[in-house]
T-cell receptor
């Protein structure tokens, strides 16, 4: 079973602060997705990264895929209360049956 | 694009009854659908992988006779919780992978079904 370590598990910050969420693994991934989920709803895809060293930006969110495709990070600049939610990373390995492995999730609360 | 619907969004049932949850990909074809269970403030726990036209593959510890999965078409998969008990109460979420997604292996999630067993 692949492990995808996600940290931190909980994050409570003030509006305007920056934060970074990490996903790390010893496995190489063909692709890695980041999702955001609000209570009582399904996860919504934010981004997919597939190339080692890739950096993608989505407004105030910056996603990075490690050179070796084993880790990824999500950085949020100037967090806003609307960023509050559960952030999930999911990796798909090319060596298996392409079943995604999810991290434990990061529960983010941004206080106004 | 890439919309997945789930029905019902919530259901309350009596202990011992069976509940069917539908998952549909509305604007794409999905050879593979996944069923997850999620507890409050926790990540998704994969229950089974459903491939169109074949038997579902269940994760270790998930009872296949209790959680019946059928993937009869490229746009529909169903999860039936048989003889439900209060411990089956949870948030069930499905996801679908686009046949044409290629190497990105993206999956798109339904809105989830809240099951409460009394």
């Amino acid at each position: 079973t692949q492990l995808l370590e996600q940290s931190p598990q909980f994050l409570s910050i003030q509006e305007g602060e920056n934060l970074t969420v990490y996903c790390n693994s010893s496995s190489v991934f063909s692709s890695l997705q980041w999702y955001r989920q609000e209570p009582g709803e399904g996860p919504v895809l934010l981004v997919t990264v597939v190339t080692g060293g890739e950096v993608k930006k989505l407004k105030r969110l910056t996603f990075q895929f490690g050179d070796a495709r084993k880790d990824s990070s999500l950085h949020i600049t100037a967090a806003q209360p609307g960023d509050t939610g559960l952030y999930l990373c999911a990796g798909v390995s090319s060596g298996g049956s392409y079943i995604p492995t999810f991290g434990r999730g990061t529960s983010l609360i941004v206080h106004p | 694009g890439a919309v997945v619907s789930q029905h019902p969004s919530w259901v309350i049932c009596k202990s011992g009854t069976s509940v069917k949850i539908e998952c549909r990909s509305l604007d794409f074809q999905a050879t593979t659908m996944f069923w997850y269970r999620q507890f409050p403030k926790q990540s998704l726990m994969l229950m089974a992988t459903s491939n169109e036209g074949s038997k579902a593959t269940y994760e270790q510890g998930v009872e296949k006779d209790k959680f019946l999965i059928n993937h009869a078409s490229l746009t529909l998969s169903t999860l039936t919780v048989t003889s439900a008990h209060p411990e089956d109460s949870s948030f069930y979420i499905c996801s679908a992978r686009d046949l044409l997604a290629g190497y990105s292996y993206e999956q798109f999630f339904g809105p989830g079904t809240r099951l409460t067993v009394l």
